[in-house]
């Protein structure tokens, strides 16, 4: 069945002779309001700011949206009444008049629905009681599973066999028809692709370029797996247990679906490699949600630019939704906090609460005790979880993970004479010695030693030293209150009295 038709039926049933189809796709959106008019033995017609009328003969002033819909007014008849390009006209205080007027009119006439067709619409006042709204929703798998048997008849070279073109049909999702046409387009062109991985990452690397036009909601490609982790042993086992339950398949089974976590800690601990790392082994795109855009009212209304958001994220389903230092945007007391973010805050709660499964929230934050208590409950999380300061054994293993993609031998290295003077590094700042001791090497003309980086690791002073106070205040809050995520720790957590 046509998921718009299901999505448009209840307000049929329920008689709204006023109702405004909200989607960026017409000619779906006709599709499927000709099959449900095709079941009442309606017919429908439409009017464009540019032809009028369909059917009746051309008036360059059946153009002009008042006389349109006075023409309608003036002589009702059962069918579907389908006008694409009413909503940039509304700000006009005769249109919202004869609008309301023909309504009234079309409210007694069997049969007879008015349809607005828009990609968007903001209702004047007037009007938002009496225009029943209906976002309609984007293809489904096996809409989609149909549109790419269409482009893979163009390319009869390229194998795909029943399982691919499944996981395909799921990768396309939160695009439209014409989008997905597009993109399988590219991917069947690049030639073969027998295996998942490289399918999926067209995929998702043409996905990135037509959702770059939504600025705050940024596609992060796959760079780091869960073996660029360094520590964090229990985050990343927490994390490779539920690999196998975020699929359709433990979905379909009734198996409980992960649906977020909370991570919080020191800065440059590994909280937003952990969140890359989590899409990436779980072989779902990754998006990143900046909330200081969605603020920035670059986009339209705060409240509606994340609206929009959540529903493209919605629609990009199986998908990790990253909200880096989430207690920048939603950390607030009453006392500061502004109409928008408050509204936002609110729809925010409501969302976590009833989002539909599939979409995996990995939140970050540094400063926690900010965030209110409603975000932090259990229900919205699956878990909360506290990075702190590497210990040695973690910090091993960090120096070995960059020496490595820095071209070093970590093998042929003592690690170990790095670990004393590296006490209370963060991940970040090991990285950093690593990088610029490299730097160092290239430009003499040599490979990295082990020399050059103790020379960074001796004159760096680390960020638990010149915020010791701030960093105590993190991990005296996270005492008891958050799973810690790395099995040992440098020192206790809880700040000796």
């Known amino acids: 069945m046509h998921p718009m038709m299901e999505a448009i039926r209840p307000a049929l049933l329920g008689r709204y002779p006023l109702i405004a189809l909200i989607t960026p796709e017409e000619d779906r959106a006709l599709e499927a309001l000709r099959g449900l008019a095709a079941e009442r033995n309606l017919g429908v017609r439409c009017w464009s700011c540019v032809d009028g009328w369909e059917g009746e003969a051309w008036d360059e002033a059946r153009r002009d949206p008042v006389l349109a819909l ?12 389908v006008m694409k390009d009413l909503h940039p006209f509304l700000a006009r205080a005769d249109v919202v008049r004869v609008l309301r007027d023909t309504r009234a009119v079309l409210a007694k006439t069997a049969g007879a629905h008015l349809f607005l067709l828009t990609p968007q619409i903001e209702l004047p006042e007037d009007l938002a009681k009496d225009v029943f709204r209906i976002r309609l929703p984007l293809p489904s798998p096996e809409e989609l599973a ?42 069947f062109a690049g030639g ?8 999926l990452d067209r995929i998702f690397a043409a996905k990135e370029a037509l959702l770059r036009r939504e600025g705050f909601l940024r596609y992060v490609p796959h760079t780091r797996s869960l073996d660029a982790v360094g520590g964090l042993e229990v985050l990343r086992e927490w994390a490779i247990k539920r690999r196998d339950l975020f ?11 992960p649906r977020g976590v909370l991570i919080m800690g020191i800065s440059g601990c590994g909280k937003s490699l952990s969140a890359k790392a989590i899409a990436a082994l779980w072989r779902v795109p990754l998006f990143r949600l900046d909330m200081n855009l969605v603020f920035s009212g670059l986009y339209g209304s705060p409240e509606a630019a994340f609206h929009r958001a ?17 207690e920048n945007a939603l950390g607030m007391t009453s006392q500061s906090a502004t109409v928008e973010q408050s509204l936002t805050f609110s729809s925010f709660l409501t969302w976590m609460q009833e989002r539909p499964p599939l979409v995996f929230v990995a939140a970050t934050a540094n400063r ?11 229900g919205r999380f699956d878990e909360v979880f506290f990075c702190d300061l590497p210990g040695p054994d973690e910090r ?9 993609l820095n071209g070093a031998d970590p093998d042929c290295m003592d690690v170990d004479r790095l670990l004393h003077s590296t006490e209370g590094w963060t991940g970040a700042e090991i990285e950093q010695a690593v990088i610029s001791a490299r730097i160092d090497a290239h430009q003499e003309g040599r490979a990295m030693t082990l020399e050059d980086v103790r020379r960074y690791t001796v004159r760096m002073i680390p960020l638990s030293t010149t915020m010791s106070e701030q960093i105590a205040a993190i991990r005296d809050w996270a005492y008891n209150r958050a799973l ?14």
Request: net charge negative; no cysteine; proline share 7%.
């Open 70 to 81: 006075r023409a309608l007014r003036d002589a009702p008849a059962p069918g579907f009444h």
């Open 146 to 187: 149909v549109e790419i048997e269409r482009v893979h008849a163009d390319y009869p070279a390229v194998a795909l066999s029943e399982e691919l073109r499944s996981t395909l049909a799921l990768a396309l999702r939160g695009l439209t028809l014409d989008e997905a046409r597009h993109v399988m387009h590219a991917v």
């Open 192 to 199: 073969d692709i027998n295996e998942e991985g490289q399918a």
């Open 247 to 257: 699929t359709r398949r433990a979905l379909d089974a009734g198996l409980p679906v």
């Open 310 to 326: 959540l529903e493209t994220v919605e629609a990009l389903a199986p998908v990790v939704l990253w909200i880096d230092e989430i």
């Open 368 to 378: 926690i005790e900010t965030l209110p208590a409603e975000i932090i409950r259990k």
């Open 396 to 404: 091993r293993e960090i120096f070995r993970i960059h020496l490595r």
């Open 484 to 497: 810690r995520a790395s099995r040992a720790a440098p020192r206790p957590l809880k700040p000796e009295r």
